[in-house]
Protein backbone atom coordinates (compact mmCIF):
# COMPACT_ATOMS: atom_id res chain seq x y z
CA UNK A 1 0.00 0.00 0.00
CA UNK A 2 1.43 3.65 -0.84
CA UNK A 3 1.71 6.08 1.79
CA UNK A 4 2.53 9.31 1.72
CA UNK A 5 4.24 11.69 4.10
CA UNK A 6 1.91 14.90 4.60
CA UNK A 7 2.45 17.71 7.05
CA UNK A 8 -0.37 19.05 9.41
CA UNK A 9 2.11 20.85 11.65
CA UNK A 10 1.99 24.23 12.65
CA UNK A 11 5.31 24.89 10.63
CA UNK A 12 6.54 23.90 8.86
CA UNK A 13 3.37 23.61 6.59
CA UNK A 14 2.88 22.27 2.98
CA UNK A 15 4.71 24.24 0.17
CA UNK A 16 2.84 25.41 -2.48
CA UNK A 17 4.15 23.67 -5.57
CA UNK A 18 4.06 26.08 -7.93
CA UNK A 19 6.45 28.14 -5.90
CA UNK A 20 8.38 24.70 -5.31
CA UNK A 21 9.14 24.45 -9.15
CA UNK A 22 10.18 28.31 -9.23
CA UNK A 23 12.86 27.66 -6.86
CA UNK A 24 14.17 24.56 -8.08
CA UNK A 25 15.17 26.69 -11.50
CA UNK A 26 15.99 29.73 -9.76
CA UNK A 27 19.52 30.55 -10.55
CA UNK A 28 19.51 34.20 -10.41
CA UNK A 29 22.28 36.26 -8.88
CA UNK A 30 20.97 38.91 -6.11
CA UNK A 31 22.75 41.66 -7.56
CA UNK A 32 21.43 41.96 -10.69
CA UNK A 33 18.35 43.84 -12.17
CA UNK A 34 16.51 40.48 -12.23
CA UNK A 35 16.40 40.19 -8.94
CA UNK A 36 16.23 43.66 -7.64
CA UNK A 37 12.34 43.44 -9.75
CA UNK A 38 11.41 40.14 -7.57
CA UNK A 39 12.18 41.75 -4.05
CA UNK A 40 10.38 44.87 -4.89
CA UNK A 41 7.38 42.75 -6.09
CA UNK A 42 7.29 40.89 -2.95
CA UNK A 43 8.26 43.38 -0.76
CA UNK A 44 4.69 44.72 -2.05
CA UNK A 45 3.19 41.67 -2.02
CA UNK A 46 4.36 41.12 2.00
CA UNK A 47 2.80 44.65 2.62
CA UNK A 48 -0.86 43.58 0.96
CA UNK A 49 0.00 40.15 3.71
CA UNK A 50 1.07 42.42 6.37
CA UNK A 51 -1.72 45.02 5.85
CA UNK A 52 0.55 48.22 5.82
CA UNK A 53 2.43 50.68 3.95
CA UNK A 54 4.81 51.11 6.49
CA UNK A 55 8.76 49.66 5.89
CA UNK A 56 8.96 45.22 5.97
CA UNK A 57 12.51 44.30 6.06
CA UNK A 58 13.38 40.65 4.92
CA UNK A 59 15.78 38.11 6.75
CA UNK A 60 17.43 34.78 5.92
CA UNK A 61 16.70 33.17 9.24
CA UNK A 62 14.20 31.50 11.20
CA UNK A 63 11.37 33.12 12.96
CA UNK A 64 13.08 33.09 16.54
CA UNK A 65 15.57 34.94 14.37
CA UNK A 66 13.62 37.89 13.46
CA UNK A 67 12.29 37.72 17.03
CA UNK A 68 15.94 38.23 18.49
CA UNK A 69 16.19 41.09 15.85
CA UNK A 70 13.02 43.16 17.39
CA UNK A 71 14.52 43.04 20.77
CA UNK A 72 17.93 43.99 20.23
CA UNK A 73 16.78 46.56 17.67
CA UNK A 74 13.96 48.37 19.83
CA UNK A 75 15.53 48.34 23.36
CA UNK A 76 18.98 49.04 25.07
CA UNK A 77 20.39 46.84 27.88
CA UNK A 78 18.58 48.28 31.30
CA UNK A 79 15.29 48.99 29.40
CA UNK A 80 12.47 47.42 30.97
CA UNK A 81 9.74 44.99 28.81
CA UNK A 82 6.23 43.96 29.49
CA UNK A 83 6.34 40.33 28.30
CA UNK A 84 2.87 37.93 27.81
CA UNK A 85 4.14 34.86 28.57
CA UNK A 86 0.87 32.14 28.07
CA UNK A 87 3.11 29.24 26.40
CA UNK A 88 6.48 28.45 25.26
CA UNK A 89 6.62 31.34 22.50
CA UNK A 90 5.78 33.85 25.26
CA UNK A 91 8.84 32.20 27.01
CA UNK A 92 10.89 32.78 24.34
CA UNK A 93 10.21 36.39 24.25
CA UNK A 94 11.22 36.15 27.77
CA UNK A 95 14.56 34.17 26.87
CA UNK A 96 15.15 36.94 24.69
CA UNK A 97 15.31 39.98 26.44
CA UNK A 98 17.12 38.86 29.15
CA UNK A 99 19.77 37.48 27.10
CA UNK A 100 19.91 41.61 25.70
CA UNK A 101 19.91 42.19 29.18
CA UNK A 102 16.59 43.73 29.41
CA UNK A 103 14.62 43.98 32.42
CA UNK A 104 11.22 41.59 31.83
CA UNK A 105 7.69 42.66 33.49
CA UNK A 106 6.18 39.51 33.25
CA UNK A 107 2.16 39.08 32.29
CA UNK A 108 1.76 34.89 32.99
CA UNK A 109 -1.27 33.35 31.86
CA UNK A 110 -2.68 30.06 32.59
CA UNK A 111 -2.04 28.05 28.89
CA UNK A 112 -5.17 27.91 26.64
CA UNK A 113 -6.88 31.51 28.42
CA UNK A 114 -7.42 34.34 26.25
CA UNK A 115 -5.63 37.78 27.25
CA UNK A 116 -7.40 40.54 28.85
CA UNK A 117 -5.93 43.69 27.00
CA UNK A 118 -6.89 45.44 30.41
CA UNK A 119 -3.98 44.07 32.57
CA UNK A 120 -1.91 45.53 30.14
CA UNK A 121 -3.51 48.74 30.02
CA UNK A 122 -2.94 48.93 34.25
CA UNK A 123 0.57 47.31 33.90
CA UNK A 124 1.44 50.32 31.69
CA UNK A 125 0.20 53.22 33.73
CA UNK A 126 1.50 51.68 37.26
CA UNK A 127 4.66 51.15 36.83
CA UNK A 128 8.18 53.14 35.45
CA UNK A 129 8.59 53.48 31.15
CA UNK A 130 8.16 50.28 29.12
CA UNK A 131 9.81 50.53 25.98
CA UNK A 132 7.94 47.29 24.79
CA UNK A 133 5.33 45.25 25.16
CA UNK A 134 6.34 41.55 23.39
CA UNK A 135 3.21 39.47 22.47
CA UNK A 136 2.08 37.06 20.58
CA UNK A 137 -0.78 36.84 17.55
CA UNK A 138 -1.49 33.54 18.22
CA UNK A 139 0.40 31.14 20.97
CA UNK A 140 1.39 28.42 19.06
CA UNK A 141 1.65 26.35 21.69
CA UNK A 142 -1.42 26.29 23.06
CA UNK A 143 -3.27 27.17 19.80
CA UNK A 144 -4.72 30.26 21.37
CA UNK A 145 -5.14 33.39 19.47
CA UNK A 146 -4.86 36.90 21.57
CA UNK A 147 -6.95 40.18 21.08
CA UNK A 148 -3.89 42.13 19.53
CA UNK A 149 -6.28 44.10 18.14
CA UNK A 150 -7.09 45.88 21.26
CA UNK A 151 -3.72 45.55 22.55
CA UNK A 152 -2.63 47.89 19.87
CA UNK A 153 -5.12 50.57 20.48
CA UNK A 154 -3.93 50.38 23.93
CA UNK A 155 -0.23 50.68 23.49
CA UNK A 156 -0.76 53.15 21.06
CA UNK A 157 -1.62 55.62 23.77
CA UNK A 158 2.24 54.89 25.03
CA UNK A 159 4.35 57.35 22.98
CA UNK A 160 7.66 56.03 23.97
CA UNK A 161 6.28 52.35 23.81
CA UNK A 162 5.89 49.49 20.96
CA UNK A 163 3.89 46.97 20.69
CA UNK A 164 5.83 44.18 19.62
CA UNK A 165 3.69 40.73 17.91
CA UNK A 166 5.03 37.76 16.97
CA UNK A 167 2.65 36.94 14.15
CA UNK A 168 4.30 33.69 12.74
CA UNK A 169 1.43 31.74 12.82
CA UNK A 170 -1.21 34.20 13.36
CA UNK A 171 -0.58 35.79 9.76
CA UNK A 172 -2.59 34.46 6.84
CA UNK A 173 -4.80 33.02 10.16
CA UNK A 174 -6.51 35.70 11.21
CA UNK A 175 -7.43 39.11 10.65
CA UNK A 176 -4.02 41.16 11.48
CA UNK A 177 -4.30 44.73 10.44
CA UNK A 178 -0.49 45.83 11.37
CA UNK A 179 -0.98 49.78 10.35
CA UNK A 180 -4.41 50.63 11.27
CA UNK A 181 -4.25 48.61 14.71
CA UNK A 182 -1.05 50.24 15.67
CA UNK A 183 1.27 46.92 15.75
CA UNK A 184 4.73 48.16 15.69
CA UNK A 185 6.59 45.33 14.97
CA UNK A 186 5.18 42.34 13.66
CA UNK A 187 7.54 39.04 13.05
CA UNK A 188 6.80 36.52 10.49
CA UNK A 189 8.30 33.51 9.38
CA UNK A 190 8.16 31.84 5.36
CA UNK A 191 7.14 27.66 6.85
CA UNK A 192 3.80 28.91 7.93
CA UNK A 193 1.39 30.93 6.09
CA UNK A 194 3.81 31.49 3.58
CA UNK A 195 3.60 28.44 2.19
CA UNK A 196 7.56 27.60 1.73
CA UNK A 197 9.70 25.69 3.66
CA UNK A 198 11.76 27.48 6.75
CA UNK A 199 14.80 30.05 5.86
CA UNK A 200 13.11 33.56 5.53
CA UNK A 201 11.75 35.99 8.35
CA UNK A 202 9.84 39.10 8.05
CA UNK A 203 9.34 42.11 10.07
CA UNK A 204 7.06 45.55 9.39
CA UNK A 205 8.60 48.43 11.46
CA UNK A 206 6.39 51.33 11.99
CA UNK A 207 7.81 55.11 11.86
CA UNK A 208 7.24 54.96 15.78
CA UNK A 209 9.35 52.04 16.11
CA UNK A 210 11.85 53.38 14.02
CA UNK A 211 11.96 55.82 16.48
CA UNK A 212 13.10 53.50 18.88
CA UNK A 213 15.78 51.71 16.81
CA UNK A 214 17.45 54.81 16.08
CA UNK A 215 18.72 55.39 19.66
CA UNK A 216 18.66 51.55 20.68
CA UNK A 217 22.62 50.17 22.32
CA UNK A 218 22.60 46.81 22.10
CA UNK A 219 24.57 45.66 19.70
CA UNK A 220 23.76 44.13 16.32
CA UNK A 221 25.12 43.45 13.30
CA UNK A 222 23.60 41.02 10.85
CA UNK A 223 20.20 41.85 12.02
CA UNK A 224 20.83 46.15 11.98
CA UNK A 225 17.14 47.37 10.44
CA UNK A 226 18.70 51.06 9.74
CA UNK A 227 21.34 48.78 7.14
CA UNK A 228 18.79 46.95 5.95
CA UNK A 229 16.34 50.07 5.21
CA UNK A 230 18.85 51.69 3.54
CA UNK A 231 19.74 48.59 1.33
CA UNK A 232 15.82 48.02 0.93
CA UNK A 233 15.91 51.50 -0.48
CA UNK A 234 18.17 50.58 -3.19
CA UNK A 235 16.04 47.57 -4.01
CA UNK A 236 18.41 45.22 -2.39
CA UNK A 237 19.20 43.06 0.89
CA UNK A 238 22.44 44.06 2.53
CA UNK A 239 23.89 40.53 2.96
CA UNK A 240 23.19 38.03 0.44
CA UNK A 241 19.74 36.72 1.16
CA UNK A 242 18.00 33.30 0.28
CA UNK A 243 17.56 34.27 -3.48
CA UNK A 244 15.29 30.95 -4.01
CA UNK A 245 13.03 31.31 -1.36
CA UNK A 246 12.33 35.09 -2.08
CA UNK A 247 11.57 33.74 -5.61
CA UNK A 248 9.13 31.22 -4.12
CA UNK A 249 7.90 34.19 -1.55
CA UNK A 250 7.40 36.12 -4.94
CA UNK A 251 5.08 33.37 -6.73
CA UNK A 252 3.49 32.57 -3.43
CA UNK A 253 2.13 36.34 -2.93
CA UNK A 254 0.87 36.62 -5.85
CA UNK A 255 -1.36 33.68 -5.35
CA UNK A 256 -2.59 35.28 -1.92
CA UNK A 257 -3.50 38.43 -3.83
CA UNK A 258 -5.56 36.08 -6.70
CA UNK A 259 -7.24 34.30 -3.87
CA UNK A 260 -7.81 37.46 -1.69
CA UNK A 261 -6.15 37.22 1.76
CA UNK A 262 -9.72 37.47 3.17
CA UNK A 263 -10.32 34.00 1.49
CA UNK A 264 -7.30 32.60 2.74
CA UNK A 265 -7.85 33.70 6.17
CA UNK A 266 -11.87 32.34 6.18
CA UNK A 267 -10.39 29.41 4.70
CA UNK A 268 -7.98 28.62 7.79
CA UNK A 269 -11.33 29.76 9.96
CA UNK A 270 -13.12 27.33 8.43
CA UNK A 271 -11.04 24.28 8.31
CA UNK A 272 -10.38 24.92 12.52
CA UNK A 273 -14.28 25.34 12.87
CA UNK A 274 -14.52 22.21 11.88
CA UNK A 275 -11.91 20.28 13.12
CA UNK A 276 -13.37 21.41 16.79
CA UNK A 277 -16.66 20.04 15.79
CA UNK A 278 -15.15 16.88 14.97
CA UNK A 279 -13.49 16.63 18.29
CA UNK A 280 -16.17 17.05 20.13
CA UNK A 281 -18.41 14.57 18.33
CA UNK A 282 -15.36 12.16 19.13
CA UNK A 283 -15.59 13.04 22.57
CA UNK A 284 -12.78 14.60 23.03
CA UNK A 285 -12.06 18.13 24.69
CA UNK A 286 -10.32 21.19 22.92
CA UNK A 287 -7.40 22.48 24.47
CA UNK A 288 -7.89 26.57 24.35
CA UNK A 289 -10.52 28.79 25.50
CA UNK A 290 -9.83 31.55 23.24
CA UNK A 291 -8.84 28.94 19.93
CA UNK A 292 -6.78 30.15 17.19
CA UNK A 293 -7.55 29.20 13.11
CA UNK A 294 -3.92 27.71 12.49
CA UNK A 295 -3.94 24.87 14.66
CA UNK A 296 -6.50 22.95 16.87
CA UNK A 297 -4.93 21.57 20.02
CA UNK A 298 -6.95 18.62 21.20
CA UNK A 299 -6.77 16.83 24.63
CA UNK A 300 -6.20 13.03 23.90
CA UNK A 301 -9.06 10.35 25.88
CA UNK A 302 -8.03 9.78 29.19
CA UNK A 303 -5.54 7.22 29.41
CA UNK A 304 -3.97 7.92 26.12
CA UNK A 305 -0.71 9.98 25.63
CA UNK A 306 -0.77 12.74 23.05
CA UNK A 307 2.47 11.03 21.84
CA UNK A 308 1.15 7.93 21.09
CA UNK A 309 -1.83 9.42 19.01
CA UNK A 310 1.08 11.33 17.13
CA UNK A 311 3.36 8.20 16.70
CA UNK A 312 0.22 5.84 15.31
CA UNK A 313 -0.86 8.66 12.74
CA UNK A 314 2.73 8.61 11.41
CA UNK A 315 3.23 5.16 11.08
CA UNK A 316 0.02 3.86 10.03
CA UNK A 317 -1.00 6.69 7.61
CA UNK A 318 1.88 9.19 7.05
CA UNK A 319 0.00 11.96 8.91
CA UNK A 320 2.78 14.39 10.52
CA UNK A 321 1.22 16.63 13.40
CA UNK A 322 2.54 18.05 16.64
CA UNK A 323 2.27 16.96 20.46
CA UNK A 324 1.71 19.64 23.12
CA UNK A 325 5.45 21.43 23.78
CA UNK A 326 7.14 21.78 27.04
CA UNK A 327 4.83 20.99 30.21
CA UNK A 328 1.87 19.89 27.91
CA UNK A 329 3.98 17.59 25.60
CA UNK A 330 1.29 14.66 26.46
CA UNK A 331 -1.36 16.55 27.28
CA UNK A 332 -2.21 17.93 23.75
CA UNK A 333 -2.23 17.09 19.85
CA UNK A 334 -2.30 19.67 17.65
CA UNK A 335 -3.54 19.57 13.90
CA UNK A 336 -2.73 22.87 12.06
CA UNK A 337 -4.73 24.53 9.13
CA UNK A 338 -2.05 26.97 8.14
CA UNK A 339 -0.23 26.57 4.22
CA UNK A 340 -1.34 24.87 1.79
CA UNK A 341 -4.41 23.33 3.03
CA UNK A 342 -7.70 22.75 1.48
CA UNK A 343 -11.26 21.37 3.03
CA UNK A 344 -10.16 17.74 1.73
CA UNK A 345 -6.96 17.75 3.50
CA UNK A 346 -9.00 18.07 6.66
CA UNK A 347 -11.71 15.44 6.16
CA UNK A 348 -8.93 13.00 5.18
CA UNK A 349 -7.31 13.76 8.39
CA UNK A 350 -10.04 13.54 10.51
CA UNK A 351 -11.09 10.40 9.08
CA UNK A 352 -7.62 8.89 9.75
CA UNK A 353 -7.92 10.57 13.73
CA UNK A 354 -10.95 8.63 13.93
CA UNK A 355 -8.99 5.25 12.93
CA UNK A 356 -6.17 5.94 15.19
CA UNK A 357 -8.09 6.38 18.70
CA UNK A 358 -9.92 3.41 17.87
CA UNK A 359 -7.16 1.50 17.35
CA UNK A 360 -5.72 3.20 20.46
CA UNK A 361 -8.22 2.06 22.46
CA UNK A 362 -10.87 4.90 22.51
CA UNK A 363 -14.59 4.11 22.24
CA UNK A 364 -16.30 6.37 19.40
CA UNK A 365 -18.90 5.94 16.52
CA UNK A 366 -16.81 5.91 12.89
CA UNK A 367 -17.77 8.56 10.98
CA UNK A 368 -18.89 10.91 13.64
CA UNK A 369 -16.16 13.40 13.04
CA UNK A 370 -16.27 13.50 9.49
CA UNK A 371 -19.78 13.89 9.51
CA UNK A 372 -19.17 16.90 12.14
CA UNK A 373 -16.83 18.32 10.02
CA UNK A 374 -19.17 18.25 6.83
CA UNK A 375 -21.95 19.78 8.88
CA UNK A 376 -19.95 22.69 9.80
CA UNK A 377 -19.10 22.48 6.44
CA UNK A 378 -22.44 23.01 4.66
CA UNK A 379 -23.03 25.28 7.80
CA UNK A 380 -20.20 27.90 7.21
CA UNK A 381 -20.33 27.73 3.64
CA UNK A 382 -20.74 31.38 1.92
CA UNK A 383 -23.17 31.76 -0.92
CA UNK A 384 -21.38 31.22 -4.51
CA UNK A 385 -18.80 28.44 -2.88
CA UNK A 386 -18.98 24.91 -4.72
CA UNK A 387 -21.78 23.22 -3.87
CA UNK A 388 -24.27 26.06 -4.06
Same mark, same amino acid.
Given at each position: MIKKTRLFTPGPTPSFPPAQQV? @? =??EIHHRTEE?? +?ILREALAGLRYFFQTQ =????IFASSGTGAMESAVANLLSPGDRALVVVGGKFGERWE?? /?? $???? !?? =??? $?IPYGQALDPRVVRQRLEAGPSVGAVFVQAVETSTATEYDVRSLGAIVHEFPDTCLVVDAITGLGTMELRTQDWHLDLVVGGSQKAFMLPPGLSFVSVSEKAWRRVERSGSPRYYFDYRRERKSVARDQTAYT? @?? &???? !?? &?QVLRFVQEQGLDNVIRGARLQAEATRAAARALGLQVFSH &?? /? @? @??? !?? +??? =? !?IPSTRVVQHLRKEFGLVIAAGQGELKEQLFRIAHIGYFDFYDILGMIGCLELTLEQLGHSLSLGSGVRAALQTYCQRREPGEPGE
Open positions: M @A =ESFK +R =EDILEL /CK $AYQV !GV =EKI $AP @AV &SLIV !GL &S &SP /C @A @ACT !GI +RPP =E !G
